[in-house]
């Protein structure tokens, strides 16, 4: 898989605009931000760590999880999504346009996993929700492999939930946070890069502990803040925005989950895209590796013979910014 084929490179410009109306938006009502302690492990000792786009962040010296503070409330976060201009662009353009490769690429091997995970849990997988539905890709995959009872998703933006019902998809269309309770209790919780843009993830994963049955397995992947992209690049790295307000760690993010009642099954960094985004930033010239020979040889000048391996290395030493999380409710 290579960035260009998730990301169009000719759709960059139209997704500027969106991201630069958002921003706007999100910055007239900075003056009602609130502060917060870190969201993994509860600490109020961040110290400032960086700035961008105007909004700053604190990384906690306890558990190394940086995060947005003052961060926007719960109450303009639904406001912020509903509205979203980029959203709204994605949904119409970006993913139409790589659906077949994220169906193949990154959806499919998802799925899979989770039927693999329930087998080594020796559960059947029944019902699965998904929270954060976006343009349905996941879900569509879910049912087509026919592994699961039920599928339901819980999507807040308008759009994305009218784009998965015409997919014939089960959508609650609602936030987490708003939801009492499902009709039934879930054997599966999956949420994909949702974790990151949450006001407090400690309730949002008190959530999904809620919507789980005992026993039942929770899927979640985010970025991981000590990945290779993130640290090389540090500002500059495209993970670092006004939307990823929690930017956890493998073990911020276990020691959360296994605050909340959850046994941790696997944290790993399954991503594949590290090595490329720094080579992507060099190459186009926004990011130089002048001062670092080393890492300009393995990205630049021995590219082809040492890019892959390289990338390999970063996942198997949870190095990559990708980060994915299999955790158990306990009985
Ligand atoms: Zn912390």
């Given at each position: 898989m290579?960035?260009?084929d998730?990301r169009p490179?000719?759709?960059?410009?139209?997704?500027l605009e969106?991201l630069?109306?958002d921003?706007e938006?999100?910055?007239?009502r900075?003056?009602?931000?609130v502060?917060?302690?870190?969201p993994?492990?509860g600490a109020?000792?961040?110290?400032f760590?960086?700035?961008k786009?105007g909004?700053?962040f604190d990384?906690?010296?306890?558990?190394r999880?940086?995060y947005?503070n003052?961060r926007?409330?719960?109450?303009i976060?639904?406001d912020f999504?509903?509205?979203s201009v980029l959203?709204?662009?994605?949904?119409?353009h970006?993913?139409p346009?790589?659906?077949s490769?994220?169906?193949?690429?990154?959806?499919?091997?998802?799925?899979?996993?989770?039927?693999?995970?329930?087998?080594?849990s020796?559960?059947?997988p029944?019902?699965l929700?998904?929270?954060?539905?976006?343009?349905g890709?996941f879900?569509?995959e879910?049912?087509?492999?026919?592994a699961?009872?039920?599928i339901i998703?819980?999507?807040?933006?308008?759009?994305?939930?009218a784009t998965?019902?015409?997919?014939?998809?089960?959508?609650i269309?609602s936030?987490?946070?708003?939801?009492?309770?499902?009709?039934?209790?879930a054997?599966?919780v999956a949420s994909f890069?949702t974790?990151e843009?949450?006001?407090?993830?400690?309730d949002f994963l008190?959530?999904?502990?809620?919507l789980?049955?005992?026993?039942?397995?929770l899927?979640?992947t985010c970025?991981?803040y000590?990945?290779?992209?993130?640290m090389t690049l540090?500002?500059?790295?495209?993970?670092l925005?006004?939307e990823h307000?929690?930017?956890?760690?493998?073990?911020?993010?276990?020691g959360?989950?296994?605050s909340?009642g959850f046994?941790?099954?696997d944290i790993?960094t399954?991503g594949e895209?590290?090595?490329?985004l720094v080579r992507?930033?060099?190459?186009e010239?926004?990011f130089?590796l002048e001062e670092q020979?080393f890492?300009r040889?393995?990205l630049?000048e021995?590219w082809a013979s040492?890019?892959?391996?390289?990338?390999?290395?970063l996942k198997?030493?949870?190095?990559?910014s990708h980060?994915?999380l299999a955790?158990?409710?306990k009985?």
């Open positions: 290579r960035e260009t998730i490179a000719d759709l960059e410009t139209g997704k969106a630069n109306a921003l938006r999100l910055a007239k900075k003056h009602e931000f502060k917060v302690v870190c993994a492990c109020d000792e961040g110290v760590e960086f700035e786009h909004f700053t990384k906690c010296p306890r558990c999880t940086a947005m003052p926007a409330t719960p109450e976060l639904a999504y509903g509205q959203y709204e662009y994605w949904n119409r970006i993913f346009a790589s659906r490769v994220r169906m193949e690429r990154i959806f499919r091997p998802r799925v899979q996993r989770i039927i693999d995970l329930c087998s080594q020796n559960m059947n029944g019902i929700v998904e929270v954060g539905s976006a343009a890709m879900c569509e879910a049912q087509a492999s026919g699961f009872k039920r998703g819980i999507e807040p933006s308008a759009a994305q939930a998965c019902r015409s997919m014939g998809i089960e959508i269309e936030t987490l946070e708003q939801i009492d309770e499902l009709d039934t209790p054997d599966i890069e974790i843009h949450v006001y407090s993830p400690r008190g959530r999904c502990y809620d789980l049955s005992p026993g039942g397995l899927v979640l970025p991981n000590e990945g290779f992209d993130i540090g500002v500059m790295s495209d993970s925005d006004a307000i929690n930017m956890f760690n493998p073990a911020a993010l276990k959360l989950i296994e909340l046994e941790v099954l790993s399954p895209l590290d090595a490329e992507n930033k060099v190459l010239g926004s130089s020979p890492l040889k393995v630049i021995d040492r890019g892959r391996p390289f990338q390999e290395y198997l030493q949870q190095l990559s980060m994915w955790a158990r409710r009985v």
